[in-house]
């Protein structure tokens, strides 16, 4: 086949999200406006959740959840070995202590009876992770937490995370859903499964604001959600009582900061784009199935194991393309990310376990501790999958991954 250049992951952008940001400039408005607000009502609908708050980033989001739950000092966060650093970072940037889970064997959820063996008094938090936009088994994580509210004392550093903490009288689960969007566990929409849920929006995501997330919530008993999401407010915008365009109303320039917080708002051009993509995301996600299904039937034939994006449990976003290759060590798994590389294919690999990183390292963490995280890793590989792959490029990516596995 001729050879191609196949990107690993280009944001799929184009006239409509051109068209909507001129008009979020047209109209002069380009910070946390509108757009922004219409965005959060769109990205709620589809979750199914209440509320929602875009925010410049993912990490923001998971930070502004654990800070709504008065998580903080003292208190513990469970999160799975095998994932990226904002999934524990978040927790760290709170001041709690993380703890991390194992993955279960020759997969890539966490070990779940490691994680309830886990569970201590101090524990506030489980971070589970929707590796790829497949949901993990939130029955398994909602049994345990359920099965250790006996061991839960609930605290709080706010006034406001005492009294969730109160009300759910459990373990909060803090769902990392940042490749999730538009996924569902029988047939319940991802955000609206977790008691709390961080999306991601960032260019390389399904549905892109260029840079960005989104917080979601499901209802709690007790709790005003209105109230969540005031504060969520307040958190992302240095406290301040007024939002820009609340204070474009007539006489109401005065405000007031009411705490001394932080700065990860959305601005009404990122949301313009999202609007863009929000009108486009069912076609996407039919595309991306439609692709699956191909690099599907090339894998079994070549005998490799893949990610289960179809079940009758759940629905996938279709993020991540994760292969492992049987038996494969390091070399080899290299070896053919470096002959897809040579054809023009980019590949990547999703992820190296946190217990390898040098920072996770210097505060005390050993892969070898987690042998099940690193077995996972060590013969993965992520293929190419994005709307912008043509039929053709498909098949060229599928061509080359039949020569470079026959070759290794």
């Known amino acids: 086949m001729t050879k191609r250049i196949i990107r690993f992951s280009p944001p799929d952008v184009g006239a409509d999200e051109l068209e909507e940001i001129a008009d979020a400039v047209r109209s002069g408005w380009i910070t946390t406006g509108p757009k922004t607000k219409e965005l959060e009502r769109e990205v709620a609908e589809l979750c199914g959740a209440p509320r929602a708050v875009c925010l410049s980033s993912a990490t923001a989001a998971e930070e502004m959840n654990l800070r709504i739950l008065g998580i903080g000092e003292g208190d513990e966060v469970l999160v799975p070995a095998y994932t990226y650093t904002a999934t524990a970072s978040a927790a760290i940037h709170v001041g709690a202590t993380v703890k991390f889970i194992d993955s279960v064997r020759d997969g890539w959820e966490m070990d779940y009876d490691m994680l309830e063996d886990a569970v201590t008094g101090k524990t506030k938090a489980i971070i589970p992770v929707d590796l790829g936009g497949i949901p993990c088994d939130y029955d398994a ?173 759940y629905k996938s976003a279709g993020h991540l393309y994760a292969i492992r290759i049987p038996g494969a060590d390091i070399s080899v798994r290299n070896g053919v990310i470096e002959k897809m590389a040579e054809a023009g294919v980019a590949c990547n690999v999703h992820y190296k376990p946190l217990p390898m990183m040098t920072a996770y390292r210097e505060l005390g963490w050993d892969i070898a501790d987690f042998p099940n995280a690193y077995a996972f890793f060590e013969n993965e590989i992520t293929l190419p999958l994005h709307t912008c792959l043509s039929d053709d490029d498909v098949e060229y990516v599928a061509e080359q991954l039949r020569l470079a596995v026959g070759a290794l």
């Open 141 to 313: 994580i909602f049994d345990i937490v359920e099965r250790k509210r006996a061991m839960f004392t609930p605290s709080g550093t706010t006034e406001l995370g005492g009294r969730i903490q109160r009300s759910l009288g459990r373990v909060a689960v803090v769902a990392d859903a940042a490749h999730a969007l538009g996924a569902a566990r029988r047939g319940v929409p991802v955000g609206s499964i977790a008691d709390f849920s961080s999306f991601s929006f960032h260019a390389v995501k399904n549905f892109t604001t260029a840079e960005g997330g989104a917080s979601v919530w499901r209802h709690i008993d007790g709790v005003d959600d209105g109230e969540i999401y005031r504060q969520m407010q307040l958190y992302s915008l240095h406290g301040q009582s007024k939002d820009a365009l609340a204070k474009t109303k007539l006489g109401a320039w005065e405000y007031d900061i009411l705490g001394t917080w932080y700065k990860c708002n959305m601005t009404d051009i990122a949301a313009a784009m999202g609007l863009a993509q929000m009108r486009r995301y069912p076609g996407m996600l039919a595309r991306r199935r439609s692709i699956i299904e191909r690099y599907d039937a090339v894998c079994d034939a070549l005998g490799l194991h893949r990610l289960a994006h179809v079940s009758d449990k």
